[in-house]
């Protein structure tokens, strides 16, 4: 009896241990479930990058579709960040799912899930959002997530922040919603085809835009909330064609159109149509005037217009994003119709000449009879129709502003384009204003740098102060 007592006085720790230790493993992995489930874990992430604003909370908490995203990776270049905002993410709703997939693992996945999505940006380390109910997927990668800004002395754009929330938002905004800002390019006239607009498509689908393309020969149909671009045609509308246009304004359609020194000065109905909103076409391409050195770029047909104040170029103008330039452009006329429509010049260039188009392959020098001043480069009109509906409209006299992506690079083209698409479109543009997270770490500022300076001067003071007594009455004994 007594034997198997102290057996188990002896047991009994190791029981109690063992105890303790099963308790501790399933206390640890409770608040690790709650921890992922919930998302409880402190932001120690670069500059709190996985932190989101209440702006995402609330998408997230009125996610109207499931969406599951792929994160793509090979091995050791996965991105922490981009994982801990997903795991966050996901935390808040059961509507949104990711998992990471391994391209070593499966290194097929890039090429399938791109010809699957028919989309070309599928790549290594890149984010996949994808909706089945909707259809729409957005594919995201490392430029997404990084803010930039025009450098006025580099001449250049220049890293200036981390955008992943707000990238990540808006996508799961263009995928979720039922309908989506759509743009729609006129075919059938010659306009500028698709391997001319190739970049522009992809800003504008970047910035959470449908693009589709539109021949009403063929049948295809515009609805009232499209905006509809005419880019540079090369032929004329047909009766039919023209009546379907203004039809589409009369109902509160905006139309994006831009019109290049080389096109026809002839198309009775395409002039129609923009003698409608107050716009006329002047035949001949614009030249700087050789004195006016701010007027143009190293070249006199490379021209830098004055940006106007209007309601979309009002917040350039505040940021200072006026810099454009325009590689040979057409001027245009504002014509005299009454108080309807309202016609607005956003661009205006500096003192200048019309030449002749032929005339100019010869020599760009002023000729006697060249008109001169200053001439509209772009203008923005809003028709008022009897019933209380507007039609917008924007015209400018260059298309390279618009789908180049050098002049993109080296101006604020892409600024200026999506301030237009966002003012002219009909729908509300998928625009969230969350601030990007910097991209470096603030120095340490201390406000007051003489209480540290105190302490460390007081502090060994004082010690000593403590010391001297004790010290005295060792010595004393």
């Known amino acids: 009896m007594k034997n198997r007592q102290r057996a188990l006085l002896r047991v009994k720790p190791f029981l109690l241990a063992i105890i303790i230790v099963a308790l501790s493993l399933s206390l640890v992995l409770a608040m690790d479930t709650l921890e992922k489930r919930h998302a409880l874990r402190m932001d120690f992430s670069f500059n709190s990058v996985t932190t989101q604003s209440e702006q995402t909370r609330e998408i997230m908490k009125n996610l109207a579709h499931p969406v599951h995203a792929y994160v793509l990776f090979t091995p050791g270049n996965e991105d922490q960040a981009l994982l801990g905002l997903l795991n966050r993410l996901a935390a808040q709703t059961d509507q949104f799912t990711y998992s990471a997939e391994n391209l070593v693992q499966n290194p097929m996945l890039v090429n399938r899930m791109s010809t699957e999505l028919g989309d070309d940006l599928v790549s290594a380390d890149s984010l996949v959002l994808t909706c089945e109910a909707t259809g729409r997927t957005r594919v995201l990668n490392t430029l997404n997530y990084l803010e930039q800004s025009f450098d006025a002395d580099k001449q250049a754009f220049v890293l200036s922040g981390l955008a992943y929330e707000k990238s990540i938002a808006e996508a799961l905004l263009y995928i979720t919603l039922d309908q989506v800002p759509t743009i729609a390019l006129l075919t059938g006239h010659g ?6 607009t190739e970049y522009m498509e992809l800003f504008l689908t970047q910035h959470h835009f449908g693009i589709k393309r539109v021949n009403l020969l063929s ?50 109905n395409f002039d129609a149509l923009y003698r409608m909103f107050g716009f006329e076409r002047k035949s001949g391409i614009v030249i700087a005037d050789g004195a006016d050195t701010a007027a143009y770029i190293d070249n006199p047909l490379f021209l830098t217009p004055y940006m106007n104040t209007t309601e979309p170029t009002a917040p350039l103008i505040g940021a200072g994003q006026t810099r454009l330039r325009l590689p040979g452009a057409r001027a245009l006329g504002i014509l005299s119709l009454a108080d309807n429509p309202q016609v607005d010049p956003l661009l205006t260039s500096g003192y200048a000449y019309i030449k002749d188009v032929n005339r100019a392959n010869e020599s760009l020098a002023r000729e ?32 390279a502003i618009l789908v180049d992506a050098w002049l993109h690079e080296v101006t604020y083209g892409s600024q200026f384009l999506l301030h237009m698409v966002n003012y002219l479109s009909t729908s509300e543009p998928i625009n969230i204003n969350i601030l990007p997270k910097p991209l470096v770490r603030e120095q340490l500022s201390i406000a007051k740098p003489w209480i540290p300076i105190l302490l460390i001067i007081v502090l060994p003071i004082l010690v000593a102060a403590l010391a001297v007594p004790l010290l005295y009455r060792r010595s004393r004994r």
Request: hydrophobic share 35%.
């Open 191 to 196: 306009e500028l085809g698709q391997s001319d």
């Open 219 to 268: 049948g295809d149909s515009l609805s009232k909330d499209d905006l509809l671009m005419i880019l540079a045609p090369q032929k004329d509308l047909l009766e039919q064609e023209l009546k379907a246009l203004t039809d589409f304004a009369s109902q509160g359609g905006a139309f994006f159109i831009s019109t290049d020194y080389s096109d026809p000065d002839r198309l009775p």
């Open 368 to 399: 006697e009879g060249d008109e001169e001043g200053q001439f509209y480069l772009a203008l923005l009109s809003d028709y008022a129709h009897n019933d209380g509906t507007h039609a917008r409209a924007m015209m400018i006299g260059n298309s």
